[in-house]
């Protein structure tokens, strides 16, 4: 099956603890994003690769870091810098720059982050 | 940046009934999408629509968009119990930029 995988669903993080999550995506597609999402805020982007081993910060990157080092991963690991970690975190991975036009993007299942 | 604002920001309807949200957005766009999410889920594609087209269907969905007013509006036809979820519009003003999301409108259909 073709899709996106997010790892794990729960994690628990203590305090001063850095965290890692998985996305790994077998579709093939050059684009992958981290999303933030909590309760009535949307979502809100963290960091987005267009191309293996380059990233761009989105609006709230601050106590976050990725990397990409093989298209079919994107990393992201929550550092002990980010205060409010506790949120639901979604990777989406799509096509990129197809000809200027956009096109969907997928998600994996989301992680869920609480510090204990 | 938030940049599509979703309205209302919860809709309850009975099963049958059809369910209509609506998007604004603050800058031109290259397309618009519509999204949907079941609690505690990942988002789900439901319908891409590019700045120069006005309406799209696919199945029970209907989407308009008015460049002009900066809108986008989502119709399901005689919704389901099954299409209880959280629904969301993404933005984007190039093919090279990434998807922007609204917050959202959580939709309850009551069978």
């Known amino acids: 099956d073709g899709g996106i995988t997010q790892s794990p669903k729960y994690l628990f993080r203590k305090e001063g603890q850095n965290v890692t999550l998985s996305c790994e995506q077998n579709?093939?597609?050059?684009?992958m994003y981290w999303y933030r999402q909590d309760p009535g805020q949307g979502l809100r982007l963290i960091y987005y690769?267009?191309?293996?081993?380059?990233?761009q910060k989105g609006d709230i990157a601050e106590g976050y870091s990725v990397s990409r080092e093989k298209k079919e991963s994107f990393p992201l690991t929550v550092t002990s810098a980010q205060k409010n970690p506790t949120a639901f975190y979604l990777c989406?991975?799509?096509?990129f720059g197809s000809g200027g036009r956009n096109t969907e993007a997928f998600f994996g299942q989301g992680t869920r982050l609480t510090v204990v | 940046s938030q940049q599509g604002e979703e309205d209302p920001q919860a809709l309850s309807i009975q099963e049958g009934e059809n369910a209509t949200m609506n998007c604004s957005y603050k800058?031109?766009?290259?397309?618009l999408q519509w999204y949907r999410q079941n609690s505690g889920r990942g988002l789900v594609h439901l319908i891409l629509?590019?700045?120069?087209?006005r309406e799209k269907h696919s199945g029970r969905l209907r989407v308009t968009l008015d460049t002009s007013k900066k809108s986008s509006s989502l119709l399901i036809t005689a919704s389901r119990a099954a299409d209880t979820a959280s629904y969301f519009c993404?933005?984007?003003?190039?093919?090279?930029?990434?998807?922007?999301f609204g917050k959202g409108t959580r939709l309850s259909v009551i069978a």
């Open positions: 989406a991975s799509s096509i």
């Open positions: 579709l093939n597609h050059d684009a």
């Open positions: 690769s267009q191309i293996v081993n380059d990233f």
């Open positions: 800058t031109s766009i290259n397309n």
């Open positions: 629509i590019r700045s120069n087209e």
């Open positions: 993404a933005t984007d003003n190039s093919g090279n930029t990434p998807l922007v």
